[in-house]
């Protein structure tokens, strides 16, 4: 059986590896202190769109990128090495689309 990452999946991981490191980590500092961290957090959410990973959870016929569990995972995993927000919350990676709440 192959366990490795698909090419794809690599480059995925790559551009949340990159999101995390330079939007989310410095972000960090500012967690939760106001106005400066809502900016921060905007300017991280445009740049989360542009990465293509904006809305993970969303199916394509709704808009989203149509992301499988195993693309929403390797994304996910990036995202839990930062402190700036938790995974899924906060508008950073779009508008919450589950039926329930991850707070």
Same mark, same amino acid.
């Given at each position: ?32 202190? @106001?106005?400066?961290? &809502?900016?921060? +957090?905007?300017?991280?959410? $445009? /740049?989360?769109?542009? !990465?293509?990973?904006? %809305? ?11 992301? @499988?569990?195993?693309? &929403?995972?390797? +994304?996910?995993?990036?995202? $839990? /090495?930062?402190?700036? !927000?938790?995974?899924? %919350? ?14």
């Amino acid at each position: 059986m192959e366990f490795d990452l698909s090419d794809d999946l690599r480059a995925l991981r790559s551009r949340a590896r990159e999101f995390v490191d330079r939007y989310l980590i410095p972000t960090s500092a500012t967690f939760r202190k @106001g106005i400066v961290y &809502r900016r921060k +957090i905007a300017a991280a959410g $445009g /740049r989360a769109r542009e !990465l293509g990973l904006w %809305n993970v959870n969303v199916p394509s016929e709704f808009g989203g990128p149509g992301y @499988g569990l195993l693309a &929403r995972t390797v +994304i996910f995993e990036e995202l $839990g /090495r930062s402190i700036a !927000l938790p995974p899924r %919350n906060r508008g950073v990676m779009g508008p919450k689309s589950a039926p329930f709440s991850y707070a």
